[in-house]
């Protein structure tokens, strides 16, 4: 069977065989007028194609079930995957990677039906950081903390398998039955995220090898009480994507502040996984910043956030410069 005709075979059958899921396909090339779509599109091309540009990059066929009204599940594959798949062991194989991710879908949807439950799904709910600009759809009626051009958003973790995290976002009309206030419950995300996602502190040191320079890296012990002098540090979650949302962790800018003997000091979050630290009184701002939008043109995807910070330490605040 040719490639076109498998492409429309196995969306026939799969609308036969998954009654209860919508089936839509996705050919490449497509846009959509509508948002909900159009959001599909960007984030299969981000994913899948490293952009987010507004035309599908590939054939894909979206399952969707729904629940408690506009919520839904959702089951994404590549049209060109499941045909090599069929192309060398047939269309058993296709149904075995269907059912692997629709159970999964289904196992999820247990804890989904509690999502209105604050007191069963309490320690389930964490962040995740997010450009503004990017997201602004996604984020329509969503619970979030906004931090100069970026937000953490309130999720509800599902599932996590080989450091692949699934989650879904909370909209206000569930977080409204919850009875708590919205800093309540991000405050409470962020101390789950902390004991889920243990954040790490690196120095960066310049090291020569071979006439050249490169950099590394040496954890530090955040632990003990003590000072380093080392002028910059990164910060990640080793065990997830999200290391950004670490400096909002309980008390994690004030055992900064202290790793940097009490002095104030810039945070530049320079992807959705990991930020950067640099002692104020060593580092010209202007240079950070033009070392930051360099960056982000380099590597759009992951990009959060387009400004740097300054943890102003007797305020104990983070101020947009």
């Known amino acids: 069977m040719i490639y076109v005709d498998f492409r429309s075979e196995s969306v026939k059958k799969i609308k036969e065989k998954y009654k209860d899921w919508q089936t839509t ?9 509508n948002k909900k779509d159009l959001l599909f599109i960007h984030e299969t091309n981000k994913n899948y194609f490293g952009n987010m540009a507004g035309t599908i990059g590939g054939d894909f066929i979206r399952l969707e079930r729904f629940y408690q009204g506009e919520n839904s599940l ?5 049209v ?6 069929f192309t060398e062991k047939g269309w058993d194989q296709v149904w075995k990677i269907i059912d692997m991710n629709t159970q999964e879908a289904d196992d999820s949807e247990d804890i989904i039906n509690s999502i209105r439950d604050y007191e069963k799904i309490n320690n389930r709910i964490i962040v995740r950081p997010l450009n503004y600009e990017e997201n602004k759809d996604k984020l329509e ?4 903390r906004k931090i100069g051009d970026f937000v953490i958003a309130l999720y509800l973790r599902i599932s996590e398998k080989n450091n692949d ?4 976002k909370i909209h206000k009309s569930i977080f409204d039955s919850w009875g708590i206030t919205e800093d309540e419950a991000i405050d409470k995300a962020l101390e789950n995220s902390s004991i889920l996602y243990p954040p790490r502190i690196f120095k960066v040191v310049a090291d020569m090898y071979e006439d050249s320079i490169g950099i590394i890296y040496l954890p530090v012990d955040m632990g003990k009480d003590s000072t380093t002098d080392n002028t910059d540090a990164v910060c990640m979650c080793p065990d997830c994507p999200n290391g950004a949302a670490a400096f909002f ?5 004030e055992k900064i502040a202290k790793l940097f003997g009490g002095e104030d000091y810039y945070v530049v979050f320079t992807a959705i996984s990991e930020f950067h630290l640099h002692r104020c009184k060593y580092c010209d701002p202007e240079i950070i910043k033009d070392n930051l939008r360099a960056s982000n043109e380099r590597f759009p995807i992951g990009v959060l956030s387009n400004e740097i910070f300054r943890y102003d330490v007797e305020g104990k605040r983070l101020v947009t410069l």
């Open 80 to 85: 060109k995957y499941l045909y090599d798949e």
């Open 249 to 253: 962790y309980p008390g994690m800018s």
């Open 25 to 33: 396909l996705f050919r490449k090339g497509d846009t959509s007028d």
């Open 141 to 144: 009626g969503m619970v979030y």
């Open 74 to 78: 959702v089951c994404r594959f590549e």
């Open 165 to 168: 995290l699934v989650s879904t």
